[in-house]
């Protein structure tokens, strides 16, 4: 198992397009974690899978943002109509319920809005 | 609702010295207690946990003892080297539920030789 990825590293977009991103987590784990980081900053919850299920979002993940995880297995973030406010870098997680806080990070993706 | 405190930076020591960087929080319960590195280019990384008061998580020659009476959990190292230049957050979570991180907003450290 080579970790938690995410896809792409780095997208670059102009205002107004639409973005997906893509994590796929540690095959075993059954929760998943989407943060966001802008710079400076410590990352901030967004949202959280366990299995398929979404289970909580976080204030700051407007209208405009929608997370997926179809069949509890890779999950997927997309941005409408993006702003350049929503430059950041975006940070999957992925653990088990069962373990005591055990955390695995991806590298992120790094958005920029042009 | 929750949050954590930490020195602010950016840190600049010499190789060998002593590295101490403070953090506090605010919260509700009894949270668990975390120290996270960021290397360059790199995701973050679990560095030490601590999960109750009094509890001490250590990790590759790096401390911090969760002191429920001050609301601290400080790092430190005896001896850093260059390699432990990095980003480092601490972080807080709650023990059950959703167990989603509350992060400090960093300090950068660097190490000169």
């Known amino acids: 198992d080579t970790g938690v990825s995410q896809n792409p590293r780095h997208k670059i977009t102009k205002r107004g397009q639409n973005v997906t991103f893509r994590c796929d987590p540690i095959?075993?784990?059954?929760?998943l974690y989407w943060y966001r980081q802008t710079l400076g900053q410590g990352p901030e919850f967004l949202t959280y899978f366990q299995n398929e299920a979404q289970l909580e979002k976080s204030r700051l993940l407007s209208d405009r943002f929608s997370a997926e995880r179809p069949k509890g297995s890779f999950s997927t973030l997309e941005i409408q109509r993006t702003e350049q406010g929503d430059s950041a870098m975006y940070l999957c997680?992925?653990?088990?319920?069962?373990?005591?806080?055990?955390?695995?990070f991806g590298s992120g993706t790094r958005l920029t809005v042009v | 609702g929750d949050s954590v405190t930490q020195m602010e930076g950016p840190v600049t020591l010499s190789e060998e010295a002593f590295l101490t960087i403070n953090c506090t929080y605010t919260?509700?319960?009894?949270?668990?207690l975390f120290w996270y590195v960021q290397y360059p280019g790199e995701g973050l990384q679990l560095l030490l946990k601590?999960?109750?008061?009094?509890d001490k998580g250590s990790n590759k020659g790096f401390e911090a003892t969760y002191r429920k009476e001050t609301t601290s959990f400080h790092l430190e190292k005896g001896s850093v080297q260059v390699s432990d230049s990095a980003v480092y957050f601490c972080a807080l979570s709650d023990r059950q539920g959703a167990q989603k991180l509350v992060f400090g907003q960093g300090t950068r450290l660097t190490i000169n030789p």
């Open positions: 095959s075993e784990h059954n929760r």
């Open positions: 919260a509700t319960g009894y949270p668990s």
């Open positions: 997680a992925s653990s088990l319920v069962e373990t005591a806080l055990g955390y695995t």
């Open positions: 601590a999960t109750k008061a009094d």
